[in-house]
C-alpha cells in the first residue's frame, strides 16, 4: 500500500489548510489500520501531531494538535485528511502521514511503521 500526501503548500499565518492523504495499490488494507499524521522539522525529532483508529471512529491528538486540529478518515475513498487551523510560521515543515500496519489503534509513535513522501508546509505572509 502506497501512501500519498497533498494539499501542501503556501498559507498565510492565522490561515487554515487540509492535508490530505491517499492510499493507492493494495488499498484493501487502509480500512484496517491505524493511520497518523506528524511533521518533521530540521534539527528536531518528529513530532506525532494526531493519529485515528482503522474505522475512523476514535481520533487522538497530541498537545500540538488539540484545539486547532481535525483528523478524519473515510475508507470508502482510501483517505485521511488533517485540518489545521490558525496555522504559525513556526509550524513550515514538511508533514507526513502514516500507518500502523499491526494494529488498529495506537498513540505511540513507534507503532507506525508505513510512510508517505510528505508534503511541505510553509505557513508565510
Known amino acids: 500500500m502506497q501512501l500519498i500526501e497533498s494539499g501542501g503548500g503556501l498559507v498565510q499565518p492565522g490561515d487554515s489548510l487540509t492535508l490530505t492523504c491517499t492510499a493507492s495499490?493494495?488499498?484493501?488494507?487502509?480500512?484496517?489500520?491505524?493511520m497518523g499524521w506528524f511533521r518533521h522539522a530540521p534539527g528536531k525529532e518528529r513530532e506525532l501531531l494526531a493519529t485515528?483508529?482503522?474505522?475512523?471512529?476514535?481520533?487522538y491528538y497530541t498537545d500540538s494538535g488539540q484545539g486547532r486540529f481535525s483528523i478524519s478518515k473515510y475508507n470508502a475513498n482510501n483517505a485521511m485528511y488533517l485540518r489545521m487551523n490558525r496555522m504559525e510560521p513556526e509550524e513550515t515543515t514538511i508533514y507526513y502521514c502514516?500507518?500502523?500496519?499491526?494494529?488498529?489503534?495506537?498513540?505511540?509513535?513507534?507503532?507506525?511503521?508505513?510512510w508517505g513522501q510528505g508534503t511541505q508546509v510553509t505557513a508565510a505572509s
Open positions: 502514516a500507518a500502523a500496519t499491526r494494529i488498529q489503534y495506537t498513540t505511540r509513535t513507534a507503532e507506525y511503521n508505513h
Open positions: 495499490r493494495d488499498t484493501h488494507f487502509f480500512s484496517i489500520y491505524a
Open positions: 485515528i483508529s482503522a474505522s475512523g471512529a476514535v481520533p
